[in-house]
C-alpha cells in the first residue's frame, strides 16, 4: 500500500511532495502505459515507472515477462543498476539458502551463457560464429541485458533523451586488441570514423560555459560555488588566474597558496632520487599522503582533493596510489622529472594510459548499451529492428523477440542462476545442468559448455565443486561500488545563467555533476538550447577513506543496498539546489524525473599497488580464478582484471575458445 508520507518545509522546497504521477505523467505518456501492462499476476505488485515504484513502495519487474506487451526497461525511473529483485536471492544463495524442486525446463543448449553483459553476449557471438548451428541460450538476473551497460531512456517534452545507465564509452588504457577491436569492426562500428562526426565535445565551452567547483559547508563551512576552476585541466591552470578564482572559495590563504603551489609550480619534491627511485617510493604512498607528507599541503588541501580519484578508482585518494595519479596527470609532479613509462607496481589503468596513451574514445548517447544493442542485434535480428549503427540508438528493443523456444539464439531476463554442475560424472562429463530462478522458482537447463560471465566473486557460490585454491582466488575479486544517477530537467537555464556545464564536488553526495555531453547520431539529436529538457550525469562512489581499498567496497556495496531511493532523491535534490541556486535553479520545479544507476558490484577490481601483494600476474586472483573447471569456463571483465569493455570482449572470447578446444580435443581422442 502506498504512504501519504509527511514533509517539512525544506522537503518541500526541494519538491519531495511533489505528485509521483505527475512526474510519471512528464517522464512520458508511454511509461504509464508500460506500467499499466505490466502487471504480473498473482505478485499484487504495478510494476510502475514511477517514483513511487523507487521510493520502495512497490516492486519493480522481476519476475515480469519479458514478452509482455509493453516490456521496455530503458524506461523505468527509481533505483535501477541492480534494481530491486535483481539480486536478493543471490545474497540468499551466499548465506546458505537452498532450493529444492527445481522444475527441468527439458532444454538442451552446446552453451548456456550466464550473464548477458558485454562479455556474455561477445561469448555467444563468438560461439556462434564458430559453430554457427549450435543452441545456445543467455541467462541474466536483471530485467534488462548488457549487464553495466544499461541505457536511461526519458521523453522529455515529446523527444527521446539518453544516458548511459553504467558503462559510459569506448575508452581504454591501452589500444583495443584484434578480437575487440575486430568484434566491434564485425558489428559496424568505424570508431574512429563515428567519433569524427557525432561527438561534439567542446559543445558547452563554445558556449562559454565552464567547469567549476562546489566547496560544501559541511566540509569547508561555506556553500559556494566557483565557476572557471577546472579539475582536470593538466597543468593548465595558471597562477594568478587560479588564486583570483579561488579567493572567492571557502579556503584560508595558507590552503589557497597551498592549492596554487600543487598545481601550477614545478617543484621538485624529491630532489636527490633518480626518476626510478622517486617512481618506486610514490607507487609505495597514497596520494594523500604525497600531498600531506611530500607536498606538506594545508588540510583543507587534502578535503579538496579527496574525491578527485572517485571516478576513475571510486575510492578518494587515501586508497589510490600517488605514481597512479602521476599517469593521470594529477598536480604536483610537474616539477618531478620523472621519465615517461609505467614501472610494474602500477595500477591497470595508469600502466596503460602512461605507456599507450589509451585507446581510441567514443560515447554513444547511452554509452556502451549500445554495443550491447549492436551484439543483440547481431545475435537476434528481429529483437533490435534497423541496420548499421545510426539507427541503433533510436531503435526499440523488442524484448518479446529475445527468448523465442526453438531459435538458435535465446536471451533469458529476469532469471538469476544459482547453480552450475557437471552431471555425469568428473569433469569434464559430458554436459552441465543449471539450475535458474525466475520468479522465486527453480528451473534446470542443460548444456555442453558453459560460460561463467557473471560477477566472478559469485562463482564459488555456483559451482562448489571448484578446487579451493580457485574459490579463495575468485573470493578475492571484491568489485568497486558505484552510482550514476541521471535526472531530468525541464531546461537547463541555471547552468546557463552561472555560465557552467560540469561541477566537482569533493564533499557533496554526489563527487560530480554534468550535463549531459553532446552527441549527435542518425535521427537522435542533444538539447541545443537552454529552453530545452536536458539531462544531467551524477557521479557517486560510496567508500570509507582510511580501509583497505576491498574493505572500503564492502563498506560501500553495504551502504548502497541500504540506501533508500528517497534518501537518494532528497539529496540529489539537496546537492543541485545548494549548487545552481544562484542560477535560479528550482529543484521543486525544475526537475521532473530521476533514475538511480546503483552498482554494488560495479567496476571489475584492478591490481592496487598499495594493498595487492606484488606478485607475477599468472598468480594475480583474477588468473587463478578463471581457470577453465571441466566444461565451465570463466569470463566476464572481472576474469582480465581490467573494468573495461574490451576486457570484457576478450574475456568472453578466451572462454569460448577454452569450450571449443576441449570439444576438440574430444572428438579427436
Ligand atoms: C558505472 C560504470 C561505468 C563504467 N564505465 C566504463 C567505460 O566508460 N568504459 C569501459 O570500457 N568500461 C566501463 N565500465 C566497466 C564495465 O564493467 C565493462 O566495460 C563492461 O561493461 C563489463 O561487462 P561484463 O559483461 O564483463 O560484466 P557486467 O556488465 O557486469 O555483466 C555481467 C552480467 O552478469 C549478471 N549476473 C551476475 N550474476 C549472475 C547470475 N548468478 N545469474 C545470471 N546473471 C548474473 C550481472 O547481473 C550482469 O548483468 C564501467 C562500469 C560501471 C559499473
Excluded at 544499461?150 to 521523453?155: A, L, Y
Excluded at 575487440?180 to 567542446?202: C, F, M, N, S, Y
Excluded at 588564486?243 to 589557497?256: G, K, M, N, Y
Excluded at 592496487?608 to 606484488?614: A, G, Q, S
Aim: charged content about 20%.
Amino acid at each position: 500500500m502506498t504512504q501519504k508520507r509527511e514533509y517539512d518545509g525544506r522537503d518541500r522546497a526541494l519538491g519531495m511532495d511533489r505528485p509521483i504521477t505527475r512526474r510519471d505523467f512528464l517522464n512520458g505518456v508511454a511509461v504509464g502505459a508500460t506500467a499499466a501492462t505490466w502487471f504480473a499476476p498473482g505478485s499484487g505488485h504495478l510494476f510502475a515507472a514511477s517514483l513511487s515504484a523507487a521510493r520502495g513502495e512497490a516492486a519493480p519487474l522481476s519476475g515480469a515477462a519479458q514478452d509482455a506487451h509493453g516490456y521496455y526497461p530503458p524506461l523505468l525511473n527509481g533505483l535501477r543498476g541492480s534494481h530491486p529483485g535483481a539480486f536478493e536471492d543471490a545474497h540468499a544463495l551466499r548465506d546458505g539458502h537452498a532450493w529444492s524442486d527445481a522444475t527441468d525446463t527439458g532444454e538442451e543448449y552446446d552453451l548456456i551463457v550466464v550473464g548477458g553483459g558485454i562479455s556474455g553476449l561477445s561469448a555467444a557471438h563468438f560461439y556462434r560464429t564458430h559453430t554457427p548451428r549450435s543452441r545456445v541460450l543467455i541467462l541474466d538476473n536483471h530485467d534488462d541485458f548488457g549487464g553495466h551497460a544499461k541505457r536511461n531512456e526519458f521523453h522529455l517534452d515529446g523527444r527521446v533523451h539518453l544516458m548511459n545507465g553504467g558503462t559510459l564509452e569506448i575508452d581504454s588504457p591501452r589500444p583495443y586488441g584484434p578480437v575487440a577491436a575486430g568484434l566491434l569492426e564485425t558489428l559496424g562500428l568505424d570508431v574512429p570514423a563515428i567519433a569524427r562526426t557525432t561527438q561534439h565535445p567542446k559543445f558547452y565551452t563554445d558556449l562559454g560555459l565552464r567547469s567549476g567547483a562546489f566547496f560544501d559547508r559541511e566540509t569547508f563551512g561555506a556553500d559556494k560555488l566557483v565557476v572557471g576552476y577546472e579539475a582536470d585541466q593538466r597543468g593548465g591552470n595558471h597562477a594568478p588566474h587560479l588564486d583570483a578564482l579561488l579567493r572567492q572559495a571557502p579556503l584560508s590563504d595558507r590552503a589557497r597558496m597551498d592549492v596554487v603551489r600543487l598545481e601550477t609550480a614545478t617543484i621538485d619534491y624529491m630532489p636527490d632520487a633518480s626518476s626510478d627511485e622517486k617512481k618506486r617510493r610514490l607507487s609505495r604512498m597514497s596520494y594523500e599522503t604525497f600531498l600531506r607528507d611530500v607536498v606538506k599541503a594545508d588540510p583543507a588541501v587534502l578535503k579538496f582533493y579527496r574525491a578527485r580519484t572517485m571516478g576513475e578508482w571510486g575510492v578518494g585518494t587515501d586508497a589510490v596510489s600517488a605514481l597512479d595519479c602521476w599517469a593521470f596527470d594529477f598536480p604536483g609532479f610537474q616539477g618531478m622529472q620523472l621519465s615517461r613509462g609505467s614501472i610494474p607496481q602500477m595500477g591497470y589503468t595508469p600502466s596503460g594510459y602512461a605507456d599507450t596513451g589509451g585507446s581510441f574514445k567514443l560515447h554513444f548517447p547511452d554509452g556502451n548499451a549500445t554495443i550491447a544493442r549492436l551484439l543483440v542485434r547481431n545475435l537476434i535480428p528481429s529483437a533490435v529492428p534497423g541496420q548499421g549503427v545510426a539507427d541503433v540508438v533510436t531503435a526499440r528493443v523488442d524484448y518479446s523477440q529475445l527468448d523465442r523456444p526453438g531459435r538458435g539464439m535465446q536471451l533469458r531476463l529476469n532469471s538469476i542462476v544459482i547453480r552450475a554442475r557437471h552431471i555425469d560424472g568428473a569433469p569434464p562429463a559430458t554436459a552441465v545442468e543449471v539450475t535458474y530462478l525466475r520468479g522465486g522458482r527453480p528451473y534446470t537447463a542443460r548444456a555442453r559448455g558453459v560460460v561463467m560471465a557473471c560477477y566472478n566473486v559469485m562463482i564459488p557460490y555456483l559451482c562448489p565443486e571448484l578446487p579451493q585454491a580457485q574459490k579463495d582466488a575468485l573470493h578475492k575479486l571484491v568489485k568497486t561500488p558505484l552510482v550514476y544517477t541521471s535526472v531530468a530537467l525541464r531546461n537547463c537555464e541555471a547552468f546557463h545563467r552561472l555560465k557552467l556545464y560540469r561541477v566537482y564536488a569533493p564533499g557533496s553526495y554526489h563527487c560530480y555533476v554534468r550535463l549531459n555531453p553532446h552527441v549527435e547520431i542518425g535521427s537522435y539529436r542533444s538539447s541545443s538550447s537552454p529552453q530545452e529538457p536536458i539531462l544531467v550525469h551524477m557521479v557517486r562512489t560510496p567508500c570509507s577513506p582510511g580501509l583497505p581499498e576491498h574493505d572500503q567496497n564492502r563498506a560501500g556495496r553495504a551502504e548502497l543496498l541500504t540506501t533508500s531511493f528517497e534518501t537518494f532523491e532528497r539529496n540529489i535534490r539537496d546537492q543541485l539546489d545548494r549548487t545552481l541556486k544562484e542560477g535560479g535553479f528550482d529543484p521543486a520545479h525544475d526537475i521532473t524525473a530521476i533514475t538511480v544507476n546503483r552498482w554494488p558490484h560495479g567496476y571489475a577490481p584492478e591490481y592496487n599497488p598499495l594493498f595487492d601483494p606484488d606478485v607475477p600476474e599468472s598468480e594475480r586472483p583474477h588468473v587463478v580464478g578463471r581457470a577453465q573447471f571441466g566444461r565451465i569456463a570463466i569470463a566476464n571483465s572481472d576474469a582480465g582484471g581490467a573494468a573495461y569493455t574490451d576486457s570484457a570482449i576478450n574475456q568472453g572470447h578466451r572462454a569460448v575458445m577454452e569450450l571449443l578446444n576441449t570439444d576438440a580435443t574430444r572428438a579427436a581422442g
